[in-house]
């Protein structure tokens, strides 16, 4: 059997298109993501996700979403209720610890219990990044806190949450995107804090979690590591700090390729994701013509990326009994909703 190509594509619209069902049988994306324009409702979803499968003849194959909470919920009411950002939870974590790791892990849970439904078998959650005084609200509410110990405890809950039923996290956004002054969905970050710095506070996190199955890369530039390039796509900062130092050896996705923190054609970013050492291209827009220079350029999956690809394949978790509507009623009550 050919072995999948190293990326993960997203689609256009609520259905597959011809053009995408040829494009993902030819090409054989290792997954796919999921974003707002593919969820109309329930069973259109579930239709998308199974056509998706069909494609790679893979039943299995990972189909990811960003489902955080806060601002970051590709799924809303009415198919999914509306929960709350990672830094209420936090604020629940400042007052009682015990109360707030129990609310981290019974949102995952309850995410889990959404998204399995509809075929979903990865959320890219928990976010591990410590923001700083001054830095882009583009991570903001969506930390846990602003110190390292928070955002590691509860971000192993939220990761426990999922596993205990039958999903698979992605923490986000390694080597730590809490610094950054920019967006890197419009601008590329840059990051002068020393190495000692990002070791005593951006770094931990991901070290306390390190043995989580896969992480998303940050398009931010560290110059205490590498001047010129963002980590996505730095050999420097994936093997000296992601494998090296925070000591991560699972798979390795890009952030989207699309986002303008990198600079150059679609497929110059894809042949430098690679070229850096990501294990996977992660591509999210859905536009044809971009997908398209993402396959040229991304390689079947071989040597180390197949390995850590087929641990995670094999690493799906089975799904605890819990009930839903008594977890349900409980995280209700943590967070003050009737």
């Not at 960003?66 to 799924?75: A, F, H, L, S, T």
């Not at 009415?78 to 974590?93: F, H, K, Q």
């Not at 294990?279 to 827009?285: A, E, F, K, Q």
Request: net charge negative; with cysteine; aromatic share 4%.
């Amino acid at each position: 059997m050919t072995e999948s190509k190293a990326m993960i594509l997203g689609s256009s619209g609520p259905q597959l298109t011809q053009d995408e069902i040829l494009l993902y049988r030819d090409e054989r994306p290792w997954g796919f993501i999921l974003f707002a324009r593919n969820c109309v409702e329930p069973a259109q979803i579930t239709d998308l996700v199974a056509a998706m499968r069909d494609t790679v003849g893979r039943p299995d194959a990972p189909v990811l979403i960003d489902q955080e909470g806060g601002r970051v919920q590709r799924i809303r009411p009415p198919m999914i209720e509306r929960y709350p950002s990672a830094a209420a939870l936090g604020s629940l974590y400042k007052n009682d610890r015990e109360m707030g790791l129990r609310a981290a892990w019974l949102m995952s849970r309850l995410h889990a219990f959404d998204l399995m439904k509809l075929g979903i078998n990865v959320d890219c959650l928990p976010v591990l990044d410590v923001p700083v005084e001054g830095a882009s609200n583009v991570i903001g509410d969506r930390a846990y806190g602003f110190d390292p110990k928070t955002v590691s405890e509860m971000g192993q809950a939220a990761a426990d949450g999922l596993k205990a039923g039958g999903m698979l996290p992605v923490m986000k956004h390694i080597p730590g995107h809490g610094r950054g002054l920019a967006d890197s969905h419009h601008e590329l970050p840059v990051v002068s804090a020393s190495r000692a710095e990002l070791e005593a506070h951006d770094f931990l996190p991901f070290v306390a979690l390190k043995n989580e199955l896969m992480a998303m890369s940050a398009h931010i530039v560290f110059t205490a590591i590498d001047t010129e390039e963002p980590a996505t796509i730095s050999r420097k900062v994936i093997e000296d700090v992601i494998r090296g130092h925070i000591g991560f050896d699972g798979l390795l996705m890009s952030d989207d390729s699309s986002m303008n923190a990198l600079k150059g054609t679609i497929g110059e970013r894809a042949a430098r994701i690679v070229g850096g050492g990501c294990d996977i291209v992660l591509h999210c827009n859905g536009l044809m013509d971009e997908m398209k220079a993402v396959v040229n350029e991304a390689i079947p999956l071989g040597g180390e990326a197949l390995r850590r690809a087929k641990a995670v394949e094999q690493g799906f978790p089975v799904a605890d009994d819990a009930q839903e509507d008594t977890l349900r009623d409980e995280f209700h009550g943590l967070i003050g909703v009737a």
